[in-house]
């Protein structure tokens, strides 16, 4: 009897073991044991010194589970971003995209890591224009510009943050309010904020600092930018540039005597600004619709032209100003050629004044008659216009023009376009050709005229 209970016993155990294993396998199909990925410390930097919002974050990421991280997502709140760069710990740039989102203020972007591993390092650069605004929106002449910020306190983020920690930089140490959340430190025109641990998901609490800020809100409405490509040595840059002062605006009257009186009239009014142009730039010419600009300077320095330009009346805010500059340098340093092979390389922007914002860039090149097989490639996306011919002097088919455009562009947007074409160098003769059959008619029909006898006393002599 008793060997029956132990064997009914040992029976019962193993159907028991059985049912325990098939529940923890349908447990962990229907609920798979995963691990998160946390930000184990956040460092943001966020430097709001001038008209712009430049941000840096340096983000230690960790898989908890110990798996090799392959992706991350990335969220900019900031309205208005312009410019964003991703990188590794090594300095090395990583592959990112942008994610479609219906909201306006929100940018999510999917970084792809060069390597495997369950910690990584990233280094984001981000800046946003339009971000920091005149508070209040009209000041009087003498009066001080104050601005004010409104942004996140902590990173945005779809992942837990571990420990985070944020400096900003002023443009003064002038400071009239600011978000007083504990752990904060203030030191002249510096503060740091924390640092703050364990921060949920998707924490969203505000950080905002009110302070006075001079520097030059100069923002670029439009500017149209043409390069004229020439195959006898030299190419033709021409700027035309609207701008406008989009800081406080002047309110009441403006007295040029006050203003030249008192050194501390009209602080946040441009009174000048350095543009800076290539080393081998030629023939720079300055003018507005009332024609040249004498009251600018030109210093040749090693690397650049530094051009201070100094506009016919200081720019307040909501003033506006209008201005062509051009010049000209040679086209070896920016053509190369191959046999019939053409490489155009320029800047699709160059500096216009510092922490420079454009709200619309169009750029026009003027390729030579006869150009064919135009390839553009740009460093980042564009607006691609249809191509279209223009007429000048000595053109029978006209001249190929590649035109597109972009919008909302700072200085971390300068860099070189690709313009491939191809280019008979037999055409290089059409224009000389062209001259010599003119001055040739233009002789032929002098002699012609000449031998020909218009004269009506001939005529009686012989009757």
Same mark, same amino acid.
């Given at each position: 009897?008793? +060997?029956?209970?132990? !064997? ?7 159907? %028991?073991?059985? /049912? &325990?294993? =098939?529940?923890?396998? @349908? ?36 898989e908890t589970a110990g798996k090799p991280l392959k992706e991350y997502e990335f969220i900019v709140r900031e309205p208005n971003l312009s410019f964003i760069s991703v990188k590794d710990g090594f300095n090395k740039k990583l592959a990112f995209e942008e994610k479609k989102e219906n909201e306006k203020s929100q940018v999510k ?6 390597? +495997?591993?369950?910690? !990584? ?7 946003? %224009?339009?971000? /920091? &605004?005149? =508070?209040?929106?009209? @000041? ?94 030299n190419i033709a840059v021409k700027e035309e540039i609207q701008m406008t002062h989009t800081g406080a605006k002047l309110k009441g009257s403006f007295s040029r005597y006050d203003f030249q009186k008192d050194g501390r009239s009209g602080q946040s009014a441009v009174k000048s600004y350095k543009t800076y142009l290539p080393a ?100 980042y996306g564009i607006k691609r216009h249809q191509n279209a011919l223009i007429h000048t002097y000595l053109d029978t088919v006209g001249r190929p023009v590649v035109s597109f455009s972009q919008r909302n562009l700072v200085e971390n947007h300068i860099a070189e376009f690709t313009l491939k074409y191809n280019f008979s160098k ?38």
């Open positions: 009897m008793f +060997s029956i209970t132990c !064997q009914n016993y040992r029976g019962l155990k193993m159907e %028991t073991n059985w /049912i &325990l294993f =098939y529940v923890t396998t @349908i447990c962990l199909i229907i609920n798979p044991i995963t691990a998160d990925i946390i930000n184990k410390n956040v460092e943001r930097n966020l430097d709001i010194a001038s008209q712009l919002v430049k941000t840096s974050y340096k983000i230690q990421v960790e972007y999917k970084i792809t890591f060069a390597s +495997s591993a369950p910690q !990584q390092t990233l280094l984001i650069e981000t800046v946003s %224009t339009k971000n /920091i &605004l005149p =508070y209040p929106s009209e @000041i009087k002449q003498n009066d001080k510009q104050l601005v004010k910020y409104v942004g996140g306190l902590y990173l945005y983020s779809n992942y837990l943050t571990q420990s985070q920690r944020i400096n900003i930089q002023l443009s003064s140490s002038n400071i009239i309010a600011h978000t007083q959340f504990r752990p904060f430190s203030v030191m002249s025109n510096k503060m740091t904020f924390g640092p703050y641990e364990n921060i949920a998901k998707l924490t969203d609490d505000e950080l905002f600092v009110h302070y006075e800020n001079q520097s030059p809100f100069l923002t670029v409405n439009t500017l149209e930018r043409t390069i004229e490509v020439s195959h006898w040595g081998s730039a030629t023939g720079v010419y300055y003018r507005d619709t009332n024609g040249n600009i004498s009251t600018s300077n030109m210093n040749l320095m090693r690397e650049s032209v530094d051009l201070d330009l100094r506009p016919r009346f200081p720019l307040f805010g909501g003033w506006k100003t209008q201005y062509v500059l051009g010049y000209n340098v040679p086209s070896y340093e920016y053509l190369y050629s191959s046999d019939n092979d053409y490489i155009l390389k320029m800047h699709l922007i160059d500096h216009i004044h510092d922490n420079m914002c454009i709200d619309e860039a169009v750029i026009t090149i003027i390729l030579p008659e006869g150009s064919s097989n135009i390839k553009l490639e740009t460093p037999v055409s290089l003769l059409q224009e000389p050709l062209l001259v010599i059959a003119f001055i040739y008619i233009i002789f032929l029909l002098t002699i012609v005229f000449l031998r020909l006898d218009f004269s009506i006393t001939s005529h009686f002599h012989k009757e």
